[in-house]
């Protein structure tokens, strides 16, 4: 893919914004295999706000081992990000383009219809390819975004990243995703997909768990 056409180029898959589905372990896109695992990493208004801020500067990816580099915000207003309610009701965006926020070392935070390359090795799995910040969202009690492939040569699919602070006090971080497998060892023994999609979401528990800083 020519970087300078990068901002332009929409996801490929299908299923966009799926990862969000209540019924996504019993109903998972065509030719997907999906995932979802969740851990109690806590507790309090400090562990959630850091476990946010985690999450939107890409270090829930860096910390697990994997480079985010050529971060891109949206190209224009028009894309808004897919978001939805327990109802299945589309969210509006609350964020706008406007309110786009940079990390210490000058790299944007985590936005609707941003784009990013990550590449690299996360508990001996590998990671190659360029993203798409589906929807990003951040409530009084919640964070979250999800990704999704642009041009993948692993597995195809998005993945969402969630971190909730609950009721009870406690904060749980969650991960969903479906992937689609693409190269050729991964389509012929869909186990690798499993055994890949364990050892990353692994990796990014330890990258966001005190437990493990």
Request: glycine share 8%; no cysteine; aromatic share 10%.
């Amino acid at each position: 893919m020519r970087r300078e056409t990068f901002r332009d180029q929409t996801v490929d898959y299908a299923a966009v914004g799926a990862s969000q589905a209540a019924d996504l372990l019993q109903y998972p896109p065509d030719r997907s295999i999906p995932a979802v695992d969740s851990w109690r990493i806590g507790s309090g208004e400090e562990r959630f706000r850091k476990a946010a801020d985690d999450l939107l500067t890409w270090r829930v990816l860096t910390v697990a081992g994997l480079e985010v580099s050529d971060v891109r915000p949206s190209s224009g207003p028009s894309y808004t990000g897919v978001s939805f309610d327990a109802e299945g009701h589309p969210v509006a965006p609350s964020r706008s383009e406007e309110d786009q926020r940079y990390t210490e070392d000058g790299i944007a935070y985590v936005s609707a219809g941003a784009t990013a390359h990550v590449h690299g090795r996360a508990r001996g799995k590998r990671a190659d390819g360029d993203y798409r910040v589906i929807f990003v969202a951040e409530e009084e009690r919640r964070v979250a975004y999800a990704l999704g492939t642009v041009d993948a040569t692993i597995v195809s699919g998005e993945v969402l990243f969630s971190v909730e602070w609950r009721d009870d006090d406690e904060v749980w971080f969650e991960v969903r995703a479906f992937d689609i497998p693409v190269g050729w060892s991964y389509r012929t023994f869909r186990s690798r997909v499993r055994r890949r999609r364990r050892a990353l979401n692994n990796a990014y528990l330890r990258a966001i768990s005190p437990l493990f800083v």
